[in-house]
């Protein structure tokens, strides 16, 4: 089985995306570390500058900052090599951190947590590459559709997020029941997408590879995934339990010490199921307890503090620095299958057992 993948002129020896993880999960030490190793490394621009000190004066200016420090320190770290960078459509930002983004460097933007139909706009005369994070075969009809239609415009690769991922899902909760999961399994959903995507390969006159990810744990899904058709696959579990992510400590033992009973479907307040690590500050989330006072940070476009549920720009920072009394922690539905902190290195030959030079 082939093991090198493209991106237009982006090459990688092993077909391993690593997910952007916010706030602060996925940063140049881990992304860096990944692309080092063959793959390719993803930052996440949630809140990137939330330890700068400046952060609660001019959050804008910080993270502006703290986008241009980690994606250089990533570059680094790599030997050069190209590095992603993660952006939640959802974000009051959005289109200021693609535009920062592109002016910085960017090799590649994967853009999900909503649909990023603009994004070919955003990026016009650019040599940043562009990828959609889609859910299903309808969504990437509709993307696709729409690039093509507005700006005669196709995704450099497309990632299909599956059910089974962590953080904010692009899913209803009825098809997130246990019954839904067992007929929505990632290597069959992948068939209907690429099905979606031939058209505009055709139209574009080059290949749009696909990034799968959701679940994947093993070197065994790894291999599944790929014979399934995706060019590549991506994980986020797996990763943050690496001595370079860029969590606490507190954060990664979370996850190692996850029962498959602890992970659950929560609401978030960006207006989507996410999957997370059960913990106490969900249960006052959910009996009430945690009902933000002001906005902080105006982070999330949908988000009125005067209705949602907590704040979630203060939890996730919160969990990200180990405070997990007032944060928690997004984990896909396999996470309760890591046993142990590795390297970056050893995870990804680890992950590449099973597929053939």
């Not at 090198?4 to 391993?16: A, D, M, R, V, W």
């Not at 250089?72 to 951190?97: D, F, H, W």
Request: hydrophobic share 40%; proline share 6%; aromatic share 6%.
């Amino acid at each position: 089985m082939k093991t090198q993948f493209n991106i237009g002129n982006l090459e990688f020896s092993k077909p391993i995306v690593q997910g952007g993880m916010g706030i602060g999960i996925s940063l140049s030490s881990l992304a860096g570390a990944v692309s080092k190793n063959g793959g390719l490394g993803v930052l996440s621009s949630v809140e990137m500058g939330c330890d700068y000190p400046n952060y609660k004066t001019n959050p804008k200016l910080a993270d502006r900052q703290a986008l241009e420090d980690h994606f250089k320190r990533a570059k680094e770290i790599s030997g050069n090599r190209p590095i992603g960078l993660n952006i939640m459509v959802a974000l009051t930002q959005y289109e200021q951190i693609v535009k920062d983004a592109v002016e910085v460097g960017v090799d590649i933007i994967f853009a999900g947590a909503g649909l990023p139909l603009t994004l070919p706009e955003l990026t016009r005369n650019s040599a940043t590459k562009i990828a959609p994070i889609i859910s299903s075969k309808r969504v990437a009809k509709l993307l696709l559709k729409h690039w093509w239609r507005h700006y005669q415009v196709v995704p450099d690769a497309i990632v299909l997020e599956g059910p089974l991922a962590g953080g904010h899902l692009g899913f209803k909760n009825e098809d997130l029941t246990p019954e839904r999961l067992l007929e929505q399994k990632l290597p069959g959903l992948i068939p209907g997408v690429l099905e979606e995507i031939k058209p505009y390969e055709d139209l574009a006159g080059r290949p749009i590879p696909l990034i799968a990810g959701g679940g994947i744990t093993t070197a065994a899904d790894v291999r599944e995934t790929l014979e399934a058709g995706a060019a590549a696959v991506q994980l986020g579990s797996r990763f943050v339990a690496t001595v370079e992510c860029d969590a606490a400590s507190a954060f990664k033992e979370a996850m190692l010490n996850a029962k498959q009973s602890d992970i659950e479907i929560i609401v978030s307040p960006a207006g989507l199921p996410g999957r997370a690590i059960h913990n106490h500050f969900l249960e006052e989330v959910k009996a009430g307890l945690r009902k933000p006072v002001n906005c902080p940070f105006n982070c999330i476009k949908s988000c009125d503090y005067k209705t949602s549920p907590y704040c979630i720009g203060l939890a996730l920072m919160a969990g990200k620095r180990g405070d997990l009394a007032n944060g928690y922690v997004f984990s896909g539905a396999n996470a309760y299958k890591i046993t142990e902190i590795t390297t970056v290195e050893s995870l990804m030959n680890e992950l590449m057992a099973e597929i053939d030079s």
